[in-house]
């Protein structure tokens, strides 16, 4: 096994399952120490416990952490944690989103959409604050924001997540501008991957939903962890301000339908 992230510690938000979940076990499998942060309680225990069985690593590299990103107070708290626990954040992860609301945004509910909002983009910009703050305006470090195609391109359907996941990916080239050259900040933006996240997006037609990728399947969480580890590692020095499609070649293809 490669320690890439040998000594240093990453906290990875919305992690308690899904393409968070895929980004921890990477992470943890390359050296890293890591916190994961999810709403619920029982939840977050359970990914870090499964975390430490199915990667064999010390217990002490895994904190799980139950915070709500949308609240102010639970952000500073979970980086006041992980700071406790490990003394370091080397690598921040930004992968809490939520999307309730599918189909004509004519029809959709402001309250909805200012949630959506909330959570995946002005909670990123709120752990990055911290996190820069904290420990990375000195010494240094990576964020990596997981944007979406539906940011890049039109969908019809996920209107407000689309367009709060193109903000994202403004708000990505904006901050790698702003905390060069101590901290890379760049995005990655998957197609539909195989999570309970997007199980509309495919349950019951999967088949048929992957025959629009060149690749003729859908993502998995390791897809995007791989994708996501790269890019927070050295091995990335000088790549900043970008957002990589991690799309089976989706938007090759002209369409998002």
Known sequence: MTETFAGKTAL???????IGFGIAHELLTLGASVAITGRKPDAITEAA????EDTGVPEDRVLGLASNAGNDDDRA??????LERFGRIDVLVNNTGINPIFG????????????????????ALGFTQLVWKAWMAEHGG???????VGGIRSTGAIGAYGASKAALIRLTEELAWQLGPKVRVNAVAPAVVKTRFAEALYTGREEEASQQY????????????????FLASDAAAWITGE?????????????LG
């Open 49 to 52: 416990r499964k975390l430490v």
């Open 243 to 255: 957002t990589v499609r991690v799309d089976g070649g989706l938007l090759a293809t002209g369409t």
């Open 142 to 148: 990576a964020i990596v924001n997981l944007a979406s």
């Open 214 to 229: 060149p690749l003729k399947r859908l993502g998995t969480p390791e897809d995007v962890a791989r994708l996501v580890a």
């Open 104 to 123: 004509p945004l004519m029809d959709a509910d402001l309250g909805a959409v200012r949630k959506i909002f909330d959570v995946n983009v002005v909670a």
């Open 12 to 18: 990875v938000t919305g992690a308690s399952r899904g």
């Open 77 to 82: 708290s979970a980086v006041t944690a992980v």
